[in-house]
């Protein structure tokens, strides 16, 4: 059963436009989202994340939007960039009940087209 | 190094064999997780330690593995008489103390290839 779902294996987007990504979980108990962007042969590292007492959360070209109702998240990306093609992981915790497991998706592949 | 750190980097092993990877966490992270990704799969968790609590298995796929911590110091997961289905990257995460909004630090992984 899973969780935390990324419907879309792959997304390519040109250079320059908004990349969206998005997120879909299951468990109403997740109070606390986050995206990691992995690059081949590295380890995930930490984007963003964004508190369910939030809708948004903005960090420089990359926000995060959470809509508690639809319990679907997205992250927008303006302007892509090249470097910005990579894997990009949705996960998902009940932090506030002291659960620290975090729950990943399966990622989405985006490419950033010149 | 700052980092959380593993190895090996690669480990190709015959299937049968018994093979251990292991995890160097960053100091003072009081968490360590294990996950594992193959091919074309999103990040799989295995085993969960926080700090001298029991650890939750509740992720690992069979009783072949097995993951060990003492303390807050390293880790070492083993796959016992592998099969290929086990060849994926093993990837090790850290995170501060808990009730931190900390998130997780990744080491860059093990990548095993069961022949």
């Known amino acids: 059963d899973q969780q935390v779902k990324q419907n879309s294996p792959s997304l390519s987007v040109q250079e320059g436009r908004i990349s969206i990504l998005n997120c879909d979980y299951t468990?109403?108990?997740?109070?606390?989202f986050l995206w990691y962007k992995k690059y081949p042969a590295e380890g995930p590292t930490f984007l963003i994340s964004i508190s369910s007492i939030k809708d948004k959360n903005e960090d420089g070209r990359f926000t995060v939007f959470l809509n508690k109702s639809a319990k679907h998240l997205s992250l927008h990306i303006v302007p892509s960039q090249p470097g910005d093609s990579a894997v990009y992981f949705c996960?998902?915790?009940?932090?506030?009940?002291?659960?620290?497991?975090?729950?990943f998706g399966k990622g989405t592949r985006l490419h950033i087209l010149p | 190094g700052a980092g959380v750190s593993q190895s090996p980097s690669n480990k190709v092993t015959e299937k049968g064999k018994d093979v251990e990877l292991r995890c160097d966490p960053i100091s003072g992270h009081t968490a360590l997780y294990w996950y594992r990704q193959r091919l074309g799969q999103g990040l799989e968790f295995l085993i969960y330690f926080q700090g001298n609590s029991a650890p939750d298995k509740s992720g690992l796929p069979s009783d072949r593995f097995s993951a060990e911590r003492t303390g807050e110091s390293v880790s070492t997961l083993t796959i016992q008489r592998t099969q290929q289905e086990d060849s994926a990257v093993y990837l090790c995460?850290?995170?501060?103390?808990?009730?931190?909004?900390?998130?997780?630090?990744f080491g860059p992984g093990t990548r095993l290839t069961v022949l």
């Open positions: 996960a998902a915790s009940r932090f506030m009940n002291r659960d620290d497991k975090i729950i």
């Open positions: 468990n109403s108990m997740f109070d606390y």
């Open positions: 995460a850290t995170r501060p103390p808990i009730f931190s909004t900390d998130t997780q630090y």
